[in-house]
């Protein structure tokens, strides 16, 4: 069994963005030759999330919509008074900061329309994907 560690550099564009990572993920795992095991993905990030879904423009348009309705971003939370970005702490805490996924062949054993998607709540900013496979 073999243990690999990485990171993903990711760069946002804007304050809200979703960022489809799947690609980058598997050709790290093509890179550190992969098989069958676990990949771990971990962004080491409070204001930023992880979520396994589908890719289609409208959704993660929701996804983004859903997120600012159940964070509120204009409301005065009392983390605003040191640093105006209280809604994006609380999306992280909604949704999680991290994923585990099978690996299957050297691929993510994802369903058909599944896609690792990070969720940027307050950029534009260089984010971190760090990576663990475990496995053969
Ligand atoms: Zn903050």
Not at 13 to 39: M, P, S, Y
Not at 63 to 84: A, R
Not at 111 to 121: I, P
Request: hydrophobic share 40%.
């Amino acid at each position: 069994m073999r243990v690999v560690q990485g990171t993903l550099e990711v760069r946002s564009k804007t304050r809200f963005d979703v960022i489809d990572v799947t690609g980058e993920v598997e050709r790290w795992l093509t890179q550190v030759k992969a098989r069958n095991g676990i990949l771990v993905a971990y962004i080491p990030h409070t204001t930023a999330a992880l979520a396994i879904n589908e890719g289609e423009e409208g959704l993660l348009e929701d996804i983004v919509e859903l997120l600012k309705e159940l964070t509120k971003p204009e409301k005065s939370w009392k983390h605003n008074m040191v640093d105006d970005n209280a809604h994006a702490h609380l999306g992280n805490v909604i949704v999680g900061g991290d994923k585990v996924i099978p690996v299957s062949d050297g691929r993510l054993a994802l369903g058909t329309w599944q896609r690792l998607l990070l969720l940027e709540l307050d950029g534009p900013r260089v984010r971190r994907v760090n990576l663990v496979y475990v496995g053969e």
